[in-house]
Structures are given as structure tokens and as C-alpha cells.
């Protein structure tokens, strides 16, 4: 499968902190000519560069990362795959176009995490990718997912469940994964924080192969300083 973006409108994650360093680049540079001193002009360069990194990992960073992890699943094709926190369906649409004979069921609130974000503007990602039918979606809280149990063969999700901001609200969150994963499935879960969290409930509840691994500059949000995480695991048969 190719490595490139799918076909498609996926927005920007997390709009509205873009606001912060743009106002911090216009003071740095109102300061500099003010003060006529080039200092400030390095803390400029410093937050661009994060914004930078940041607005890759949103519009092409995800895409080949997550594209690798899919095609390192060894997919038959006929697999189930929910994704929690679809937003737009960046991952959801990569994942249904590598199960043509299969279901990628996307979760989310729709909130605005991510530009646009609605279930009209994820089908239209699928429409445009040729995947729309096999793609659902479905509005609910990663609390109280509305799926059956041990229904999907895959659970992904992308930074996501740092939102959940109470430590017995992520439990729960991975919980529902856990709980909607079939015996021998997979869960792969990345995300900005708490995935020391994640790792320590899923051996927990007792699922196999469970491992946290950093993913990489193409995955940096703000910097090696935030780095995004993937906690994956199996569920034993």
C-alpha cells in the first residue's frame, strides 16, 4: 500500500493553539523593531520552527507514520477496524483502503480538536478516497462506545485520549477498546500523553505483547519535547 496521503480534505489538529504562537511570533517581531535588536527574532524562529513541525505532523506526518504501522498489521483485507477519535478520518480512511473486504468504523464527538470536523465532512474524505462503502460512522464518547463486544479485529487510535482529562476517565477509554477488541485482535494507540497510563492498564487487564515506543520526528507537535508515543498490545485468544 502506498505511503501517500489519501485523497481528501483532512484539516489542521487543533486549530485553535495555533493562535498562541502566531500572536507570540507578531509580538517577537513588533519587539525587534521596537527595540531594534535582532534578539527577539531567535525566540520568532524558535516558535515557528515548532509550528512547523507541528502543521507536518497534521498534514503529512500522520499519513506515512500511520501508514507504515497499518501495513506492519499484515492485513488480510477482510477485518473490522474501529478508530476512536476518527476526526476527519485521516486514519480511518487509510485503514478502510486496506480492507477491501472488511468494515473501518469511526468514533468521535466531533468536536473542534480538528478544522472542520463533522460526520458529513469524514464520509466526504471516504467518498473521495473510494472507500465510503466500507467506512461508517458513529457519534459517541470514548467512554461508552457504541459498538458490541469483541466486534473488531483492529482498534487504532491518534491522539485522541489526552482529552480526557480525569486518569479514570483514560482507564475507562481503554477499557471500551479493550472491550470491543476481539480475542487475538490488535490495539494500537498513539498519543501525546499518558501513554505510560495506557501501557500500565492494558497489562492490567491482561493483554499480550503490550509495548510503548516514541514514533518520531514526524510525530513531533510542538517539538522533541512533545513527542507522540504508540502503546500497542494484543488481546489473548
Known amino acids: 500500500m502506498s505511503a501517500s496521503k489519501p485523497p481528501g480534505d483532512y484539516g489542521i489538529d487543533?486549530?485553535?493553539?495555533?493562535?498562541?504562537?502566531?500572536?507570540?511570533?507578531?509580538?517577537?517581531?513588533?519587539?525587534?523593531?521596537?527595540?531594534?535588536?535582532?534578539?527577539p527574532l531567535v525566540g520568532v524562529a524558535l516558535i515557528l520552527a515548532c509550528c512547523l513541525l507541528a502543521v507536518h505532523a497534521s498534514r503529512a506526518g500522520k499519513f506515512v507514520v500511520w501508514n507504515r504501522l497499518l501495513d506492519g498489521l499484515g492485513l488480510h483485507g477482510d477485518e473490522k477496524i474501529v478508530d476512536l477519535g476518527c476526526g476527519r478520518g485521516a486514519l480511518l480512511v487509510s485503514a478502510a483502503r486496506r480492507v477491501p473486504a472488511g468494515l473501518a468504523v469511526g468514533v468521535d464527538l466531533w468536536r473542534a480538536d480538528q478544522s472542520g470536523n463533522s460526520p458529513d465532512a469524514t464520509m466526504r474524505n471516504a467518498a473521495a478516497a473510494g472507500v465510503a462503502d466500507r467506512v461508517e460512522v458513529h457519534t459517541g464518547n470514548l467512554l461508552d462506545l457504541p459498538l458490541p463486544d469483541a466486534s473488531f479485529d483492529v482498534v487504532v487510535s491518534n491522539v485522541a485520549m489526552h482529552n480526557l482529562k480525569a486518569r479514570d476517565d483514560r482507564d475507562r477509554a481503554i477499557d471500551e477498546a479493550v472491550r470491543v477488541l476481539r480475542p487475538g485482535g490488535?490495539?494500537?494507540?498513539?498519543?501525546?500523553?499518558?501513554?505510560r497510563q495506557y501501557e500500565q492498564?492494558?497489562?492490567?487487564?491482561?493483554?499480550?505483547?503490550?509495548?510503548?515506543r516514541g514514533?518520531?520526528?514526524?510525530?513531533?507537535?510542538?517539538?522533541?519535547?512533545?513527542?507522540?508515543?504508540?502503546?500497542?498490545?494484543?488481546?489473548p485468544r
Open 201 to 212: 492498564r492494558l497489562r492490567h487487564l491482561g493483554l499480550a505483547d503490550v509495548s510503548r
Open 215 to 235: 514514533l518520531g520526528w514526524r510525530l513531533w507537535w510542538s517539538g522533541p519535547w512533545l513527542p507522540t508515543h504508540l502503546v500497542s498490545a494484543r488481546k
Open 14 to 39: 487543533a486549530p485553535r493553539l495555533l493562535i498562541v504562537p502566531v500572536v507570540l511570533i507578531g509580538a517577537g517581531i513588533a519587539q525587534a523593531v521596537v527595540q531594534r535588536t535582532w534578539w
Open 186 to 195: 490488535r490495539l494500537l494507540i498513539a498519543d501525546l500523553s499518558g501513554t
